[in-house]
């Protein structure tokens, strides 16, 4: 997959994963590993150029005698997404057109 649509899907899920309930980076990594695989270091500088493009905040909170660092999506985190999604159409109507071209080609 090319690099920047795959960089782009992954923030994507990173934020997806913020929608409901606040969460922490390992969290983060578990809640999306059924769909993409991703490593630390993959997804804490997509934490960090998400959090400059104000798509999601964070703050720290204490947990078990030591602080976690916990993001939360912003209302530009959410437009992103909705701005994604209308996109993603887009670009599966031509997937389709693609794939019937080839099943009877």
Known sequence: MKIQLKKGLLDICV???????DSYGYKLIQNTK????MSEST??????RLEENKYLTSYTKEHNG???KYY?????GREHIYEFLDE???MKRIYDFIMERVKHG
């Open 72 to 76: 939360s999506i912003t209302d530009k």
């Open 66 to 68: 030591r602080l976690r």
């Open 34 to 37: 059924e769909i993409v695989e």
């Open 15 to 21: 934020l997806a994963s913020l929608v409901e309930e």
């Open 43 to 48: 997804l804490y500088p997509i934490l960090r």
């Open 88 to 90: 993603w159409k887009d």
